[in-house]
């Protein structure tokens, strides 16, 4: 089974992810609460193997587990499960990058993780703010989840930033892009 796939077991279909051991915790939450809830919302039977961060989703209906899925992912990727569930809405959308594919040694990751993230979390709350998303950083992640437009406007930014843009002009980019979302309603 693949990284990311849904497979077909009997008449359920299964989707498999690698929770690391940190996030397993929120995924059950108090007294299994968040299990609950999860089960609910999502539709789908949830396994989840605290011990090795293993995740089992199962389900009858393959489009729910294919909705669930990313959920499930933004969850382990760092966002908290209210803003996840954002993701049920069929305008939203999820999008992850690999802060390793801009870094080339440990210390040049931790420096780009710091640069989206800004003093104090500066660069980060302007980033969410102008693309109106949502943005976690975690591990060698960078993920983001709002209206797909806008995701994809705040990954180029990101990507800017990765790449040694200046945050100003950065900045001034999604200004100028906030304003096109504005016009284009």
């Known amino acids: 089974m693949g990284n990311d796939d849904i497979i077909q077991e009997g008449d359920n279909f299964v989707y498999a992810l690698k929770v690391p051991k940190d996030r397993v915790a929120i995924f059950i939450g108090n007294k299994g609460q968040m299990k609950k809830q999860l089960k609910d919302e999502l539709g789908v039977d949830l396994e989840i193997d605290s011990r090795e961060g293993d995740v089992l989703a199962k389900s009858k209906d393959s489009l729910q587990l294919y909705i669930a899925k990313d959920v499930l992912k933004a969850i382990a990727r760092g966002f908290n499960p209210e803003i996840a569930m954002l ?57 983001v989840i709002g209206e797909l437009e806008r995701v994809s406007v705040a990954r180029r930014a990101i990507e800017a930033l990765l790449s040694g843009s200046q945050h100003a002009a950065v900045y001034k980019w999604l200004e100028r892009q906030r304003r096109n979302f504005h016009v284009n309603i």
């Not at 040694?105 to 640069?115: D, E, I, P, Y």
């Open 87 to 143: 993701l049920l809405k069929p305008e939203n959308t999820f999008d992850m990058l690999d802060i390793s594919e801009f870094a080339t040694t440990k210390n040049s990751l931790h420096r780009l993780k710091g640069r989206v993230i800004g003093f104090q979390g500066k660069s980060w709350k302007t980033i969410e703010t102008l693309t109106e998303c949502y943005l976690a950083v975690y591990g060698k992640t960078i993920c």
